[in-house]
T-cell receptor, first 117, second 114 residues
């Protein structure tokens, strides 16, 4: 049973550089979510996709952040001109599509830990 | 706006003690969903339970039980006969609407010692 995978697991970059993270969801899941988690806090929502459509973006997602899910399968999250404040764990999750009033839980990947020096 | 409060930052218990983790939520939506996740030291969030707002039935799964009370906007989590392997950060989360983005609390660090 393949869960959500993320690559890389760790990334150290210098301020001002661009970074890109990849997420591979559970294969039958239509929904894909990105969250950010800083030390001692719960994850915070960034954006989500339903198939290839990006349906919502948080105000946390500044213009330097962009996410794609080109074929409705894997997704990428790019951060341009990284800042020290971008240092965090970036989590990807996927779920089945809600049906009627029924929603489904999100399954999380192991995360990508970003350190900006 | 939605909000989840986990007032207990850290709890320490001795193995075999029962422990309850509190979760209080705020939302104006009448249809919403509540979740508990476990984040062990390895870091990966593990789904534990989902509860719909229209289903107030409490649930028991092995040593875990959940008490959902709409009257007090609480969704508390009890571990019976705690074990060292239960040591982790536990998050309560809330979602509303079709997007189902999760709003998390700040988590409760549970330490179970021998």
């Amino acid at each position: 049973d393949t869960g959500v995978s993320q690559d890389p697991r760790h990334k150290i970059t210098k301020r001002g550089q661009n970074v890109t993270f990849r997420c591979d969801p559970i294969s039958e899941h239509n929904r894909l979510y990105w969250y950010r988690q800083t030390l001692g806090q719960g994850p915070e929502f960034l954006t989500y996709f339903q198939n290839e459509a990006q349906l919502e973006k948080s105000r946390l997602l500044s213009d330097r952040f962009s996410a794609e899910r080109p074929k409705g399968s894997f997704s990428t999250l790019e951060i341009q001109r990284t800042e020290q404040g971008d240092s965090a764990m970036y989590l990807c999750a996927s779920s089945l599509l809600p049906t009627g009033v029924q929603t489904y839980e999100q399954y999380f990947g192991p995360g990508t830990r970003l350190t900006v020096t | 706006a939605q909000k989840v409060t986990q007032a207990q930052t850290e709890i320490s218990v001795v193995e075999k003690e029962d422990v309850t983790l509190d979760c209080v939520y705020e939302t104006r939506d009448t249809t919403y969903y509540l979740f508990w996740y476990k984040q062990p030291p390895s870091g990966e969030l593990v789904f534990l339970i989902r509860r719909n707002s229209f289903d107030e039935q409490n649930e028991i799964s092995g040593r875990y039980s959940w008490n959902f009370q709409k009257s007090t906007s609480s969704f508390n989590f009890t571990i019976t006969a705690s074990q060292v392997v239960d040591s982790a950060v536990y998050f309560c989360a809330l979602s509303v609407g079709g997007g189902n983005k999760l709003t998390f609390g700040t988590g409760t660090q549970l330490k179970v010692e021998l």
